[in-house]
């Protein structure tokens, strides 16, 4: 099985190339790939991995209302706060680290906005007052949506200060899956900035300017 992660590899914009566009048309990542089965969503890869190796209950209880919020969570997210996160990384860090370009101030300010309008929503709405998105143990949403908001981490933005009760369950989630394997599992995100894009094929800098300006607009 291989699985190919959702940030910068040792070889930059490998996911553009010829060799991964026949692995995934769509040209993202992560991709799951076995023998001659593909997944290319996380939600899907992180349910297929909990049903194959019939994990710990908790990462996906069969309690059909707490699947009921987990599900809720991991639809809504993708839109809501997974694109947001990436447009402010990109916005904040990528594009001015490839490119050399800085994105305007107003649309940095508009992005960091609907951001953290996205994050209230889901501390008001999903978290509440449980220690966790489906209750009282921590699940695939909350990985989700912890791997999620630590890209704005990675942009050298804390999402979490002056959000007490965000920070005490980004935490929870910290202390539950380990110290060590959620410093392991955001390595490469907080490391970003060392990124080293000589070697970024310049087919995928001219992609990356146009969306500048598409951005700035």
């Known amino acids: 099985m291989c699985i190919l992660e959702r940030f910068p590899s040792s070889s930059p914009g490998d996911h553009h190339s010829k060799e991964f566009e026949a692995i995934n048309m769509l040209k993202t990542v992560p991709v799951l790939k076995e023998g001659d089965f593909t997944l290319i969503e996380s939600v ?25 919020l987990i599900d809720e969570y991991m639809a809504w997210q993708h839109d809501s706060i997974h694109l947001k996160m990436q447009k402010f990384l990109w916005s904040k860090l990528l594009i001015p680290l490839i490119t050399g370009q800085e994105m305007p101030k107003e649309k ?9 309008v996205n994050v209230q929503l889901f501390t008001d709405h999903f978290l509440k007052d449980k220690p966790f998105i489906a209750g009282n143990i921590i699940s695939l949403a909350d990985l989700l949506a912890a791997m999620e908001m630590m890209q704005a981490v990675g942009a050298s933005y804390n999402i979490f200060m002056g959000k007490p009760k965000l920070n005490a369950w980004r935490q929870r ?3 539950s899956v380990g110290a060590r394997l959620f410093e392991e599992a955001h390595a490469r995100l907080l490391n970003i900035k060392k990124w080293d894009t000589s070697f970024l094929d310049p087919s995928v800098k001219e992609k990356i300017v146009a969306m500048v300006k598409n951005m700035a607009k």
């Open 44 to 68: 899907a890869i992180l349910l297929y991995l909990t049903r194959k190796y019939r994990t710990s209950i908790y990462w996906y209880p069969p309690d059909v209302q707490l699947r009921g």
């Open 108 to 116: 940095q300010d508009e992005l960091l906005g609907e951001v953290n």
């Open 173 to 175: 989630v910290e202390d």
